[in-house]
């Protein structure tokens, strides 16, 4: 069982460059989200899509934009990389709000 | 707004000790409730959850959670602390409406030998 897999697990970019963090889950859930984790900030929200065909800012989308391909793939993409976008990102799905999320492993990325 | 207070982000118990680990929500309706866990260089994983169903919840490893409404608080609880506790916990909610969820900042465990 895959779960939720994302795709690259480590990245380091130069600032300015651009490149799409990929999300796909084998569970047939119907929402999917993006969060950061930085140190001491827990897990904020940047996109989340609650169906498929729909997409929602959450705390923090400045710099990012997102995706819903298809009911199992939520991509997120860094148009102009910064420094302060150096996170680790996971992306998580679930059923319904009154269900548990499943998360990736995490995408570690580094801008320079 | 923040919706969940994790009190301290750093725990230190010894091996055999009681876990106890603050989570308090700020809400007029009562959410969803949820504990996860996450190892060094994983995802989170859940641990349990409250959906209303009963106050007391039962997780995975011997955790346990108490809903209480006077208190808005859900705190998490282990009778004895093992070495393979040590991770880092989070506390999350999500509404009665809308698909959000929020989490605290997060609270690192530690278990001392």
């Known amino acids: 069982n895959a779960g939720v897999t994302q795709t690259p697990k480590f990245q380091v970019l130069k600032t300015g460059q651009s490149m799409t963090l990929q999300c796909a889950q084998d569970?047939?859930?119907?929402?999917m989200y993006w969060y950061r984790q930085d140190p001491g900030m827990g897990l904020r929200l940047i996109y989340y899509?609650?169906?498929?065909?729909?997409?929602d800012k959450g705390e923090v989308p400045n710099g990012y934009n997102v995706s819903r391909l298809n009911k199992r793939e939520f991509s997120l993409r860094l148009e102009s990389a910064a420094p302060s976008q150096t996170s680790v990102y996971f992306c998580?799905?679930?059923?319904?709000?009154?269900?548990?999320?499943?998360f990736g492993d995490g995408t570690r990325l580094s801008i320079l | 707004a923040q919706s969940v207070t994790q009190l301290g982000s750093h725990v230190s118990v010894s091996e055999g000790a009681l876990v106890l680990l603050r989570c308090n929500y700020s809400?007029?309706?009562?959410?969803?409730l949820f504990w996860y866990v996450q190892y060094p260089n994983q995802g989170l994983q859940l641990l349990l959850k409250?959906?209303?169903?009963?106050?007391l919840v039962k997780g995975i490893n011997g955790f346990e959670a108490e809903f209480k409404k006077s208190e808005t608080s859900f705190h998490l609880t282990k009778p004895s602390a093992h070495m393979s506790d040590a991770a880092e916990y989070f506390c999350?909610?999500?509404?009665?409406?809308?698909?959000?969820?929020?989490f605290g900042t997060g609270t690192s465990l530690t278990v001392i030998p």
């Open positions: 998580a799905s679930c059923w319904d709000r009154d269900q548990p999320q499943h």
């Open positions: 569970m047939n859930h119907n929402s």
């Open positions: 899509s609650a169906s498929e065909g729909t997409t």
């Open positions: 809400s007029s309706v009562p959410p969803y």
């Open positions: 409250y959906t209303s169903a009963a106050t």
């Open positions: 999350a909610v999500s509404r009665l409406t809308g698909n959000q969820f929020y």
